[in-house]
């Protein structure tokens, strides 16, 4: 989509592009309708204490982290088309730089997935905190020179494999599978609420401060995500921890 978006504006128009997302949304519809769906397990009893707790929502840190890295995605590549047009970069260039970053994305969802499982969630969701925050000091300080941007293109497909791999892992395993739909639901929720907070910001602070001003403000909230998921790492090894010390 990102590799064609472009081409396809450039030779018939915005509103062809359009037209062509709506058939493919409608084909997604239809392939959803013939998706299996698979029972819940119940939940197993414990006979010293009854049934597992299985109803606490996600992690306050989580949905923060969650929250905070969206909105820095979405404030930054709202106005990213715009950012890159001001070098002269054409549509078809814009998104196949674009592509790149999601060309990427496709093997690294499985490698930071795979890592995830060796270093642990939160551990790989900073990751994805902390090179988000990179990428937008690249787009700040490299964008005028096409080959480096392809570099930070490069970093930006591991930035975002690396988040949202392991987000989706944790949401689906914290808890029971009972309950998954709802921290599904309040996961998404939460990622909502940075896309909208994400959206009002990037043009506002454009419109105020400038382009960099708001690289350099997407930068930070990425920082501060990062930090929200190093601390939830931290706190749920202590809490593995002084659970398996009881006798």
């Known amino acids: 989509g990102a590799l064609m978006g472009g081409r396809l504006a450039d030779a018939f128009g915005l509103s062809f ?13 239809m392939a959803a309708l013939f998706v299996r769906e698979v029972r819940a397990v119940p939940a197993p009893v414990d006979p010293a204490g009854g049934s597992r707790k299985t109803g606490a929502g996600l992690p306050l840190l989580f949905l923060a982290g969650v929250g905070l890295w969206t909105m820095a995605h979405v404030a930054s590549t709202s106005m990213w088309p715009n950012y890159m047009a001001t070098f002269g970069y054409s549509k078809t260039a814009i998104s196949s730089l674009w592509s790149l970053a999601a060309m990427i994305e496709f093997p690294a969802m499985y490698i930071t997935g795979a890592l995830s499982d060796v270093a642990g969630r939160a551990v790989m969701l900073a990751a994805g905190g902390f090179g988000i925050a990179l990428v937008q000091i690249g787009y700040m300080l490299l964008a005028q020179s096409l080959p ?30 009972q309950h998954r739909g709802s921290r599904s639901g309040l996961f998404n929720a939460a990622g909502s609420a940075g896309q909208l907070a994400g959206s009002m910001l990037g043009g506002n602070l454009v419109q105020v401060a400038g382009f960099p001003a708001l690289f350099a403000v997407c930068s930070t909230i990425a920082v501060a995500s990062a930090i929200c998921f190093l601390v939830l790492g931290r706190r749920g090894s202590a809490a593995m921890a002084e659970h398996a010390a009881l006798p």
């Not at 970093?155 to 987000?167: P, Q």
């Open 148 to 177: 480096l941007l392809l570099g930070v293109q490069v970093l930006r497909g591991f930035g975002f494999g690396s988040y949202t791999a392991s987000s989706m892992t944790f949401a689906a395993e914290f808890g029971g599978q």
């Open 17 to 29: 592009i359009y037209i062509v997302c709506g058939a493919f949304f409608l084909a997604a519809m």
